[in-house]
């Protein structure tokens, strides 16, 4: 059996990237591997959600319940990637992976030996994604394995 590594973030466009996945791409002899990389929130000195956890800048208390926070929603985001797979009578399984997600996706593939990884693309323009990075590009440009990059059209009846 073949693995194929999808992945998730839980966002629309990691659902989508897995739905294309399964109309387009899937074959009876591959066992999908959905992989959430986790992502925590950060504050600023102010208690805010900032994308950089400080301890210095916020006490114990709020980081505690970011955590907490955090950790629930990352459960219920395996949950419905684990309803994904049952949905669609896929064989694999969920899995979580940490750290910085690019590094984290193509180290998993790796690991692995997975035959293809299959992600989702926010669409972000050329500006904010040289500034901010891109996870889908790094993964196009690291990875060992063909990618199948599916980019998410937002719909005109979609709320921002």
Request: contains cysteine; aromatic residues 6%; charged residues 20%.
């Amino acid at each position: 059996m073949k693995n194929v590594l999808i992945a998730m973030d839980g966002s629309k466009q990691s659902v989508f990237a897995f739905n294309q996945y399964v109309k387009t791409l899937h074959q009876a002899d591959k066992y999908v591997i959905a992989a959430l990389c986790a992502e925590y929130t950060g504050v600023d000195s102010g208690g805010e959600s900032a994308g950089v956890l400080s301890i210095t800048q916020a006490g114990f208390d709020v980081i505690e319940g970011l955590l907490q926070e955090d950790e629930k929603r990352i459960l219920s985001t395996l949950n419905d990637i684990e309803s994904l797979l049952i949905e669609n009578q896929l064989e694999g399984e969920v899995i979580r992976l940490e750290g910085i997600p690019g590094v984290a996706i193509i180290s998993k593939a790796r690991e692995v030996n997975a035959s293809m990884i299959v992600i989702g693309s926010r669409g972000f323009g050329r500006i904010r994604r040289t500034l901010m990075g891109s996870v889908s590009n790094f993964v196009v440009h690291h990875s060992p394995v063909p990618v199948a990059l599916c980019k998410y059209e937002k719909r005109a009846t979609e709320v921002p």
